[in-house]
């Protein structure tokens, strides 16, 4: 296990094993050094280490990973993770509704990572950008462009219709148009991190 949304396979290829890694796809669990770190990283482990597995492969990301769910039996990890509070659904990159669900439970239910004091959990996609404040929660992002009001109030920043990462005057601000108000466009490579000159 590399953290807790990643694993390497070993896949057969008809004379010897191969290692595969794989990106668990639609979730994002805590980075190593953040709080619930090891903790996501060992549930992955006691859900697939050793086990037989299978991807449902959606795509392969720019690191060279297969981006797919894992499934060990019937049980599928994504979505177990989620159940378990070890990992936030990457709305980003997700589609499938139920693992929302998932998630707000969990939440409700103060599982695993959301029994950690507010301050304490911040979304990885954050944290990888130095975003996270200690003095606040967090929030779990979904665009919210709708509610400009709403946003401005937890960053200063508004969603006023800027597309481009010429407008941005921020790696902070870029990173509020990607996670708050869905501009897609910022993050041309897909890997979560938006206008790579500002947010190096």
Not at 27 to 34: A, G, L, R, V, Y
Not at 162 to 174: I, V
């Amino acid at each position: 296990m590399h953290d807790g949304d990643t694993l390497t396979l070993l896949v057969s290829d008809g004379s010897r094993f191969k290692p595969v890694k794989v990106r668990l796809a639609e979730i994002d669990t805590p980075e190593s050094k953040q709080p619930y770190g090891e903790r996501a990283k060992q549930a992955l482990s006691d859900l697939a280490f050793g086990k037989q597995a299978r991807v449902v492969v959606q795509d392969t990301d720019k690191y060279g990973r297969t981006v797919g769910r894992v499934y060990v039996g019937s049980l599928d990890v994504n979505a177990e993770l989620v159940k378990r509070g070890a990992a936030w659904v990457y709305r980003q990159y997700s589609s499938d509704p139920s693992l929302i669900t998932l998630e707000q439970q969990a939440k409700a239910a103060r599982r695993g990572l959301w029994a950690l004091p507010d301050a304490q959990r911040c979304a990885p996609w954050d944290w990888r950008h130095g975003t996270c404040s200690t003095a606040s929660a967090p929030t779990t992002h979904a665009p919210v462009a709708s509610t400009a009001a709403r946003a401005a109030g937890n960053s200063g920043f508004t969603c006023a219709g800027k597309r481009r990462c010429g407008e941005m005057t921020s790696c902070q601000e870029a990173t509020f148009y990607l996670t708050q108000c869905g501009v897609k466009s910022l993050d041309g490579d897909g890997d979560g991190r938006p206008c790579e000159k500002l947010c190096r």
